[in-house]
Structure formats: structure tokens, C-alpha cells
């Protein structure tokens, strides 16, 4: 089973070509980073005018590396929501005419299915039921899946994302965008414990996360600084912030597996790719006897390889969208919409 994937919800336009849902032939990713940079975030309005400039070579090209012809497809996988409505609709539209002139099944992907399909890529065995931290630009979600397609959200962010966190913190430290790797890299030399942030568990029991807080907090600390005319160090700035994040991620997470027992974590989305975050929740994980899925770090940020993955799962089951189908920008996990 031959499955193409299209992504195209925010600012990546992607395409990847995958057989029997683990062996990638293909995963071209065309970023449109450089180009929103000098706007320190996503301006949706070009986003859509560059996904229409590639996503036609895009497709070629995941098609020419995967050595795959068009009539050798079975299917042809698009996201279709969350994400910017003008963005989401270029892939959606190229989907929709290849499965026609095609006449191959037309697969509706909602893109988080996708970031947590990225953990069955190398491991398709994975036991349900599982629990996935997703921790992206728009969403801090912790899902619990009792089977293979069935998402049941326990928490969710009630503000701020945690890359969003990352992003708005790193743009107000003057470090660049996106903010979330730079922040990263800069946290390893930097020391946790140099300033105190707090942590916002919400109400007892709650698996919801808020993170404004926190990003009041470090804005405050460096007007602070900058009116009294003190030096920051950033490394301890950056490692501070990130490790207040990280600890309420992982606390949550470990809440969620006491709740449900689960025995596999899985993680997924662009923060998923944090060094800090991967080595704490390995960290608590193993001390509470459970194990930890990863995806590969270029499988975190948004790509078509997950995307064809949820896509090839879908297949299996005849999940098929009709040539009807249409963006939902704020699509919900667990609700198709089609
Ligand atoms: P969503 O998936 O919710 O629609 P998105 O697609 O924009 O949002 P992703 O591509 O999954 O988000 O992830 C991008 C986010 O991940 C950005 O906010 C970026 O800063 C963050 N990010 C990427 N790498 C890291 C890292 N190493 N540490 C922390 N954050 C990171
Ligand atoms: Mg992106
Ligand atoms: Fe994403």
C-alpha cells in the first residue's frame, strides 16, 4: 500500500510517499521560515500565496526520490485541519485532484493524528492503550488513546501553546525565530536553578496547562533588567524558562499515566524535539517503570511522513473522506469532519 501525504497547515509544504506505513520513500519538506522571519511569526496570508508556488514541485519531487509513478499510489493522504484556513485549502485542493484524476481513495488527515502517528513511523507495534503528550505551536494536549484511531483529550492549554511559550519568549530575548530550538540550544549552557518562575498546576487534579504566566513572568524580568540597566545572563534565562515549562509538561504527563495506567508514553510535535524536556520525561518515565516512544527529531516539526503515516491507518480501516472535502481550521482530534 502505496500512500502520498500532503501537509500544508501552517508553514511547511510537504509531501512524502510511504509503503505499508513504515518504509519512507520520501518526506520533501519546503519550510517558509526564512521568509516570515523578518516578521517574527507566520503571516497567513503569504503562507497560502507559498504553498501555491509549491506545492505542485513538492509533489513531483516526493514522487521522483520515492521512485514512485502516480499509478502506483493507492491512496493520497492531506491534512485538512488545524491550521490556517488559506493554507490548509492549497493542500487540500491538490489532494482532492490528484484522488480524482486518479481514482484513488481521497484521505482527510486532522494534522495532530498526523504529529502522533510520527511515534508509529519506526514503531508500528506500539501496545494500546497509549498516552501522547502533544506539544506544539498551537497545542499542549495530553490524549489518551485506548485503541488505534480513538483519541480521548484529558488536558488541554487554556492560553498560551508551549511552542507558542517558547516562541514569544525567544522573540522578547531578541534570540531570532522560531524561538523553540534557540532556546534549546542556549538552555545546555545555562543554569535551571539561576532564576526562580513559577509553575501554574491549575487546580488539583487538573491536566489542563497554562503557560501566560510564566511568559509574563520572564517579559517582567527582562524589563526589569533593562530598566535597571542590569545585564542578563541568557543562558540562565533560557534554561530557567525552558525548565519551568518542562517540569509542568512532564509532571502532567506522569499525573495522566498514574490516572490511566498506561505502561508507553509517547510524545509528539515541534517541542517534542526539546533536549530538556526528552531527557526529563525519559527521566521520570523510567523511574515510574514506564517506557518512553520517541519520534526522530526531524519528525517532530511538521512534515508529510506523519501525515502519509495517520493516513496509511486510515486506509486500513476504509476511513475515506468524499471529494466534498473542505479545511477545518479548527478541526478536534477524535472528530472528523467530513
Ligand atoms: P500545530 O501543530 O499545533 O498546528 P505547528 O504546526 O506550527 O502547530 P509544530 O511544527 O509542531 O507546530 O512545531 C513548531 C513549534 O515547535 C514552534 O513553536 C517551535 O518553536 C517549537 N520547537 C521546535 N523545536 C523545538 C525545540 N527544540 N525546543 C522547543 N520548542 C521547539
Ligand atoms: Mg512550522
Ligand atoms: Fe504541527
Known amino acids: 500500500?502505496?500512500?502520498?501525504?500532503?501537509?500544508?497547515?501552517?508553514?511547511?509544504?510537504?509531501?512524502a510517499v510511504l509503503v505499508d506505513g513504515v518504509d519512507l520513500r520520501s518526506n520533501i519538506i519546503s519550510s517558509q521560515?526564512?521568509?516570515?522571519?523578518?516578521?517574527?511569526g507566520v503571516v497567513p496570508e503569504v503562507a497560502s500565496r507559498k504553498h501555491l508556488e509549491n506545492v505542485h514541485p513538492v509533489i513531483i519531487e516526493a514522487l521522483e526520490k520515492a521512485d514512485v509513478t502516480p499509478g502506483d499510489l493507492s491512496a493520497v493522504a492531506v491534512t485538512y485541519g488545524p491550521g490556517l484556513v488559506g493554507a490548509l485549502?492549497?493542500?487540500?485542493?491538490?489532494?482532492?485532484?490528484?484522488?480524482y484524476a486518479l481514482d484513488?481513495?481521497?484521505?482527510?488527515?486532522?494534522?495532530?493524528?498526523?504529529?502522533?502517528?510520527?511515534?508509529?513511523?519506526?514503531?508500528?507495534?506500539?501496545?494500546?492503550p497509549l498516552l501522547c503528550l502533544v506539544v506544539s505551536g498551537g497545542h499542549s494536549d495530553l490524549v489518551y488513546l485506548p485503541s488505534r484511531g480513538e483519541y480521548r483529550l484529558l488536558g488541554r492549554t487554556r492560553d498560551d501553546a508551549a511552542g507558542e511559550a517558547f516562541d514569544k519568549v525567544a522573540r522578547a530575548m531578541g534570540l531570532g525565530y522560531p524561538g523553540?530550538?534557540?532556546?534549546?540550544?542556549?538552555a545546555r549552557e545555562g543554569n535551571p536553578e539561576a532564576v526562580q518562575f513559577p509553575r501554574a498546576f491549575?487546580?488539583?487534579?487538573?491536566?489542563?496547562?497554562?503557560?501566560?504566566?510564566?511568559?509574563?513572568?520572564?517579559?517582567?524580568?527582562?524589563?526589569?533588567?533593562a530598566m535597571l540597566?542590569?545585564?542578563?545572563?541568557?543562558?540562565?534565562?533560557?534554561?530557567?524558562?525552558?525548565?519551568?515549562?518542562?517540569?509542568?509538561?512532564?509532571?502532567?504527563?506522569?499525573?495522566?499515566?498514574?490516572?490511566?495506567?498506561?505502561?508507553?508514553?509517547?510524545?509528539?510535535?515541534?517541542?517534542?524535539?526539546?533536549?530538556?524536556?526528552?531527557?526529563?520525561?525519559?527521566?521520570?518515565?523510567?523511574?515510574?517503570?514506564c517506557r518512553v516512544v520517541l519520534?526522530?527529531?526531524?519528525?517532530?516539526?511538521?512534515?508529510?511522513?506523519?501525515?502519509?503515516?495517520?493516513?496509511?491507518?486510515?486506509?486500513?480501516?476504509?476511513?475515506?473522506?468524499?471529494?466534498t472535502l473542505n479545511a477545518v481550521p479548527a478541526l478536534a482530534l477524535g472528530h472528523d469532519k467530513y
Open 229 to 289: 540597566k542590569e545585564d542578563i545572563n541568557k543562558a540562565d534565562l533560557a534554561a530557567s524558562f525552558q525548565r519551568a515549562v518542562v517540569e509542568v509538561l512532564v509532571e502532567k504527563t506522569m499525573m495522566a499515566v498514574q490516572r490511566t495506567g498506561v505502561k508507553t508514553i509517547m510524545m509528539a510535535g515541534g517541542v517534542a524535539a526539546n533536549g530538556g524536556l526528552r531527557a526529563l520525561l525519559q527521566e521520570r518515565a523510567s523511574a515510574a517503570g
Open 89 to 99: 485549502l492549497v493542500g487540500v485542493a491538490a489532494a482532492k485532484a490528484m484522488a
Open 295 to 323: 519520534p526522530p527529531l526531524h519528525l517532530c516539526t511538521d512534515n508529510a511522513a506523519m501525515i502519509a503515516c495517520a493516513g496509511y491507518y486510515k486506509y486500513l480501516r476504509g476511513d475515506f473522506a468524499p471529494l
Open 1 to 15: 500500500i502505496t500512500i502520498l501525504g500532503i501537509e500544508t497547515s501552517c508553514d511547511e509544504t510537504s509531501a
Open 180 to 186: 523553540g530550538p534557540l532556546i534549546d540550544k542556549l
Open 33 to 40: 521560515i526564512e521568509i516570515h522571519k523578518k516578521f517574527g
Open 104 to 128: 484513488i481513495p481521497l484521505i482527510g488527515v486532522n494534522h495532530l493524528e498526523g504529529h502522533i502517528a510520527a511515534n508509529f513511523l519506526a514503531q508500528p507495534d506500539l501496545e494500546f
Open 202 to 225: 491549575l487546580e488539583e487534579g487538573s491536566l489542563d496547562f497554562s503557560f501566560s504566566g510564566l511568559k509574563s513572568a520572564v517579559l517582567n524580568y527582562l524589563n526589569r533588567a
